[in-house]
């Protein structure tokens, strides 16, 4: 990939640099806009911000990771929507103390992020702030878009990967301890479920979510954008063996897939999602006539809150 004639100056010197970082994983970055060809499926966009301080800490990853966890982020709403990337645009914001090393850093992580699902970095934004802040916008396109609101009663539920693991990270990491490597993996460097979501999608999903803010918040948009009752039995959550139930329902940034399958979907079916994607899917409740979430724990309901953005201005990271 090459930037063409760029003017002189520190903000072009850094666009050279991330073209050269990036190489034949961006497409052209010499102009204002990315020019793409006419698709003839629906366009699917999103929007995601990682923000210093909210969603990451920076003496907890490195810059690479950052990026990568920021991509991943935009990425993961484009897999619950059973898309497939075409690439992403970066508006980044870097501290002033910030060298070009270190922005190439960031931009490295985004686009080995993007480059693991097929797409590519299609151009951005770089500013100067006072601290790290990365708006990533995601564009991919879908044969068949599913959105959260065609779950239907009788639906089974169920979701890729386990739960709770990043979570576990951020509890370990707040109490000044270190998580033990799959955990901090979970957190660091989350993977998006592109090929989990097209096969899903594929196979006759009525709804799907990415679990970012926990199975218990995220759930409930299912719930309401559907008009059903979800049903949650939480001992079946697939989780970690030192991550309880309990943490793996709070969950926050697993970005695994909550999905609404056709009641005739079984454990055949899941066998086949599985050989085709690598990834393990489990089986974690049911739709229902009616409204809102039900957790069941032993037969009682658990209560627990997902992450909330604008809960506290001082809320610890590793929520999205």
């Known amino acids: 990939m090459t930037v063409g004639a760029l003017g002189p100056g520190p903000e072009f010197d850094r666009i050279r640099a991330i073209a050269r970082e990036l190489g034949d994983g961006a497409a052209a970055l010499d102009d204002d806009c990315a020019v793409l060809a006419p698709i003839a499926h629906a366009f699917v966009l999103s929007t995601d ?5 909210v969603h990451f800490r920076r003496e907890w990853l490195t810059l690479e990771e950052i990026g990568w966890r920021a991509a991943a982020a935009a990425l993961s709403d484009l897999a619950a929507e059973g898309a497939s990337p075409v690439g992403v645009l970066v508006a980044l914001t870097s501290p002033a103390a910030a060298s070009e090393a270190d922005i190439s850093e960031v931009m490295r992580g985004i686009g080995a992020a993007v480059n693991s699902v097929g797409g590519r970095v299609l151009g951005g934004d770089l500013s100067s702030g006072p601290a790290w802040s990365i708006a990533v916008t995601v564009v991919g396109t879908a044969e068949r878009p599913v959105t959260r609101s065609g779950a239907l009663p009788g639906d089974s539920l169920w979701v890729t990967g386990t739960l709770g693991a990043a979570g576990a990270a951020v509890d370990a990491l707040l109490a000044n301890a270190s998580p033990r490597a799959e955990l ?4 660091a460097r989350p993977e998006p479920r592109i090929r989990e ?3 899903l999608a594929a196979h006759g999903a009525h709804a799907m979510i990415d679990l970012s803010d926990g199975i218990a ?3 409930a948009h299912i719930a309401a954008a559907s008009g059903v009752r979800v049903e949650i039995a939480v001992a079946q959550l697939p989780r970690e063996s ?3 139930p309990a943490r793996a329902a709070a969950g926050g940034e697993d970005y695994e897939l909550l999905v609404a399958m056709p009641a005739g979907f079984a454990d055949a079916a899941a066998a086949e999602f599985t050989a085709a994607s690598g990834t393990r899917i489990t089986r974690v409740g049911r739709i229902a006539a009616g409204s809102g979430v039900r957790l069941d724990l032993d ?3 658990l209560r627990v809150a997902g992450y909330d953005h604008f809960r506290s201005v001082d809320a610890s990271p590793g929520g999205r």
Do not use: I, L
């Open 184 to 187: 901090r993996n979970a957190f």
């Open 299 to 301: 037969g009682a309901e």
């Open 49 to 53: 911000v990682s923000v210093e301080g």
């Open 217 to 219: 918040a995220d759930a």
């Open 197 to 199: 979501g097209r096969w």
């Open 242 to 244: 030192d991550v309880d």
